[in-house]
């Protein structure tokens, strides 16, 4: 290791400041998605290591609880619910005082009954009479909770929100909407690089042009053409295969132009060598090419999956919104209207969407960075 | 839809283009063994089978609409009267319109500046480190992630309560820690912006980090120990070599990122949708394209003014694809 200068040590820490800001909003969301869901309304997801003090509301049962021993009425039962796991230091019975008794000590009602609190919840409520109400008393409690996470988001978000449907359907998307344009571009690429024909440089400009082309001038009249063609044949404008082709379309030129890039690096001697001695340019393509290619083809599938899955735009405007349709980012996009509160949903559902681009991310990083550097530093 | 019809439908769709290709060479190789040995014709039929299946879809998807879409701005709302300039004159008296010009123009500057900057910093940075690699994995990921779901991550973190409540999004957590009162950051106009905008430099760092990485490791260790040797410090050897040798890196990575952040959309749908005073032309594009049973006219006059924008890129790559070509 080298020596400590104080210039290494100010740039470690100057990277360890990016590294945590960088780091701490997505780790947030992350442990947030895995706490329970009324902590999670109440306290800030850095207070889920720690044993936090909590103060809450409950209410006592009414009076069907109630057994009589001896002269005294009693309800014994506990405040929490059954897989709650908190220890109750202090508890108050009114608003003012929330935390005016010890555990264990009783407190006096105005009507006379007398409370007794214990650490685990239970209570017991004596009275001289009757207990006549339905409705039982509100206790205060301050509570030490232990640090608890739970998977409990994630069944309800993949179940009941319908985001496990939305997961489904987003591959349905990203799948073939990643394979045409290679399979399409391969063949292009190949064209453009070793077969020649009248108008190859405009072609080749015309894909450069539109590399930059930004989406929303595509939109509109492809929209219409959907709509027509949708009326002419009577059937629905939104469907799979058309948000399959719009996306085979809008990533047309990165994917020819990244393959175009990686092609013309092989050695032309090679090609012709293989034409010379009578392949066709389709042996030539299938048998020498594509193998050659396989790494390159990886790198630009990764780089048009991640971004068909993370897109939200092409999806809103080509697929309905209706449960068998609807993709992971505008079913994100819906919860943060319809359930803008309920943040253990949309943590949840924000990391379900993320698990695929992570995982891929994780798994194969050094063809995603070579994909983007190819398709940044060439061009 | 179950996984097994989904999974149909998504291997039908694969398969007919791999057959496409497949049958038509095959029938072109069967028809050349039977008929005589026309090589051109031969040739420029299957210079057509490898280049229809890609043209047609460059067509209809990117060359026709972009003219379209100049014609249907000067066009009423369902494209079929000609108005002449009459969207264009709504355009500048709409204060919307306005409000996302200026917006867009913050975001150009502030965007790709801070990220080009970070990105070069933290390359810096990591390159002597040794966990250098790990820290820039961690600050790269952002860029795996899709728009919306950074949206949520930092919606989360500018939650805010009221004064008296516990913060649970971090930010207010730690202005509260700090004496401050707690705000509600995203409807604070102006701010606003710099709140979103700080969303995309998160994401966009990672890709200027690793090209930046890339290239640095071409600059010559000779030049740089020389450099050290001659007693110059690392400050100065950043400002004047590292810097002036990758200017060229530097300009990728700014038109790269000008590009994203011209058609910046799902940040601003998703946050505030164009509330507060942060309205941006791509969201107000996608809001007239649907506004109403939708204007296809404004509509084009919107997405009219982001190619504008990316013209001036535009050129400049075709220029610098001339002279690579030249070479």
Redesign the interface.
Known sequence: MKKLTFTSVFSQLLLLLFVIAWIVPTFGLFISSLRDKDVLAISGWWTSFTTTEVNEIYRTKGKEGQIKEGDYYFIKSNLFDENQVKEIYRFGITSKNIDEYEVGETALFKDETEITVFENGDYVWKSKEEFKKKKGKRIFVSAKSPPSFTLDNYKEVLLKEGLGQAFLNTFAVALPATLIPLIICSYFAYALTWMKFYGRDLLLATIIASLVVPLQMCLIPVLTIYNDFGALFGVSAKSYPGIWMAHTGFGLASTTFLLWNFLKTLPSEMIEAARVDGATHYDTFIKIVVPLSIPSFASIFILQFLWVWNDLLVGLVFLDKHPSEIILTAKLKELLGSRGENWEILTTGAFVSMTVPLFIFFSLQRYFIRGLVAGSVKG | ?S?FS??I??LV??LF??LF?HLS?FL??YFRVKTSKNFAFE??I??I???A???I??F???????F??IR?SFYDKV?ENFVGLFNYTWAINDPDFRRSIINNLGWLIVVPTLSTF?GL??AN??D???W?SI?K?????????????A???????Y?YRGPGD?????LN?IAVALGFEPQAWLTIPLWNNLFLMAIMI?IQ?G?AL??FS??LRSIPNETLDAARIDGAS?LKIFWSIIIPYLEQ?IL??WT?IT?LV??V??II??MTNGQWQTEV??NL??DW?FRGGGD?GR??V???C??IG?IP??GW??Y??KQE?KV
């Open positions: 839809m996984i989904l999974a439908t998504v769709g694969v283009f791999v290709f060479n072109l190789d040739n420029s299957r210079v089978i490898f280049i299946p890609a043209f879809v460059l209809v998807f990117i060359i026709y609409p972009v379209e879409t249907l494209g970070f910093v933290i940075l990591a002597r480190i040794w250098g820290a994995s961690i600050i790269f990921m952002p860029m795996a992630i899709s728009f919306v779901g949206g949520v991550i930092w919606k989360f973190m939650d516990q913060q649970i999004g971090l957590a998160w760092t890709l690793v090209i890339a290239a690392e890196t990728v990575i790269i590009i011209l058609k959309f799902d749908y998703a032309l791509a594009m996608y394209m296809s509509g084009s919107l997405a009219f982001i190619l990316v890129i535009l790559n075709l610098r694809h070509q």
